[in-house]
């Protein structure tokens, strides 16, 4: 399976089979989150896999049943780009376990944070952003999760267009679409786009709360999906050229 593919298939799991998740997975999984791929330069995110059996509310909108193992996602605090970052690499490691058949549910907001705080021990500048829930995938949901999924509208997208204005641009488009599919806290999709030339500036319409996270994991699947060399930047002055949403990032093509 390819990330695209990865992108394209994956769905939030609220139901797993009681079964560990197999031993190579889960020793490549350790592997990548002893030093995850940081995604921004001056960034510092780090992910924790607690090997531990959740049932019942886990956070919001997660009712979760028959999950062995989670990860929780930490990261210091050190700009505006801290959460965004954060959110880019889980991502990076949800789309990874798509690609192993693995079924996962990110998690925000209210999850019950005490096993995950003893088990991630947080330094006094790092915060605990969020985890995801990862196993085998049951053969059908529990009906409470299919309520809650529905009552979330995880399914739902945007159409393109109100997402990104890119003119003629269209040869971000591949790259968008996938950040289109993203998922995100209430299927809010926070993350617009702008096309300028050979930049495409990222912007966040509510950057309160999950929002920059949020924006992160749609961050990571534009990255999937562009093939085109460049690199993240901040530029300057493009906070100007939509002042009513939050400037995050742009990526310049070469």
Same mark, same amino acid.
């Given at each position: 399976?390819?990330?695209r593919e990865?992108?394209?298939?994956?769905?939030?799991?609220?139901?797993?089979?009681?079964e560990a998740v197999d031993?190579e997975?889960?020793?490549?999984?350790?592997?990548?989150?002893?030093?995850p791929?940081?995604?921004l330069?001056?960034q510092?995110?780090?992910? *924790?896999v607690i090997?531990?059996?959740? &049932?019942?509310? /886990?956070?919001?909108?997660g009712?979760i !049943?028959?999950a062995? #193992?989670? $990860?929780?996602?930490v990261?210091?605090?050190?700009?505006?780009?801290?959460a *965004?970052n954060?959110?880019?690499v889980m &991502?990076?490691? /949800?789309?990874?376990l798509?690609?192993? !058949?693995?079924?996962t #549910?990110? $998690?925000?907001?209210t999850?019950s944070?005490s096993?995950?705080t003893?088990a991630?021990?947080?330094?006094?500048?790092?915060?605990?952003?969020?985890?995801v829930?990862?196993?085998i995938?049951?053969?059908r949901?529990? $009906?409470?999760?299919?309520?809650?999924?529905?009552?979330?509208?995880?399914r739902?997208?945007?159409?393109?267009?109100?997402l990104?204005?890119?003119?003629?641009?269209?040869?971000?488009s591949?790259?968008?679409?996938l950040?289109?599919?993203?998922?995100?806290?209430?299927?809010?999709?926070?993350?617009?786009?702008?096309?300028?030339?050979?930049?495409?500036?990222?912007?966040?319409?509510?950057p309160?709360?999950?929002?920059?996270?949020?924006?992160?994991i749609?961050l990571?699947?534009?990255?999937?999906?562009?093939d085109?060399?460049?690199?993240?930047?901040?530029?300057?002055?493009?906070?100007?050229?939509?002042?009513?949403?939050?400037?995050?990032?742009?990526?310049?093509?070469?």
């Amino acid at each position: 399976m390819t990330v695209r593919e990865a992108i394209e298939v994956r769905k939030s799991v609220r139901t797993y089979k009681k079964e560990a998740v197999d031993s190579e997975i889960m020793a490549r999984l350790r592997e990548m989150c002893r030093e995850p791929r940081q995604c921004l330069p001056g960034q510092q995110a780090r992910i *924790v896999v607690i090997e531990r059996g959740l &049932e019942g509310r /886990v956070g919001t909108y997660g009712i979760i !049943s028959g999950a062995q #193992c989670c $990860l929780a996602l930490v990261y210091r605090d050190v700009d505006g780009l801290s959460a *965004v970052n954060a959110g880019m690499v889980m &991502e990076n490691i /949800v789309l990874w376990l798509t690609q192993q !058949s693995q079924g996962t #549910c990110w $998690l925000g907001g209210t999850f019950s944070r005490s096993n995950v705080t003893a088990a991630a021990s947080p330094a006094p500048d790092e915060r605990i952003a969020a985890i995801v829930v990862l196993g085998i995938a049951a053969d059908r949901e529990r $009906l409470v999760a299919r309520v809650m999924q529905k009552f979330a509208g995880s399914r739902r997208r945007r159409a393109f267009d109100d997402l990104f204005d890119i003119g003629d641009n269209r040869q971000w488009s591949p790259a968008l679409e996938l950040m289109r599919l993203a998922p995100s806290a209430l299927n809010g999709q926070p993350w617009r786009a702008v096309a300028e030339g050979n930049a495409i500036h990222f912007f966040c319409t509510k950057p309160e709360g999950l929002g920059l996270l949020d924006t992160g994991i749609g961050l990571a699947h534009f990255a999937a999906g562009n093939d085109k060399p460049g690199k993240w930047e901040t530029v300057g002055n493009a906070a100007s050229i939509r002042p009513e949403w939050r400037y995050v990032i742009s990526f310049l093509a070469e």
